[in-house]
């Protein structure tokens, strides 16, 4: 959920290792930038769906893993291969949840080329007004 707009993915069925492989285009400005990402993961079956876990992620901390502890915390175009997927450990919503498991997520900037990392900060910088 980003500003309390819901984002969805399709459902994958008949695995206990799902991959997504969906992407999300998110416009923002300085004015419309949300302060938290959150992610949550069921498990869609017959008889419904069961809860499977949850991330929330600071929306200014999204690419504070993204180079394998090399240069984390650097704004990098999606498509940079130095820019890469981070794992994130599911969550509990309440004591009586059974979770387990990561999700993998990747955040990055789009363009159709590759820019220069010090014009991505400098963006950045703007955008979540540090």
């Known amino acids: 959920m980003i500003s309390h707009k819901k984002y969805t993915t399709k459902s994958i069925e008949q695995t206990l290792n799902p991959e997504w492989n969906t992407f999300f285009d998110i416009k923002l400005t300085p004015k419309k930038v949300p302060s938290l990402l959150a992610f949550t993961v069921w498990d ?6 069961d809860f499977l876990g949850e991330i929330t992620i600071p929306f200014k901390n999204i690419f504070d893993r993204n180079n394998q502890g090399l240069s984390d915390g650097v704004p990098r175009n ?4 130095n820019n890469y997927p981070a794992y994130f ?3 509990k919503r309440s004591e009586k949840n059974n979770v387990s498991g990561e999700i993998c997520l990747k955040f990055g900037i789009k363009e159709d080329h590759i820019g220069d990392p010090k014009r991505y900060a400098d963006a950045w910088e703007v955008l979540i007004g540090s």
């Open 44 to 49: 869609k079956d017959t008889f419904g769906r």
């Open 78 to 81: 999606y498509e940079d291969p």
């Open 89 to 91: 450990t599911l969550g």
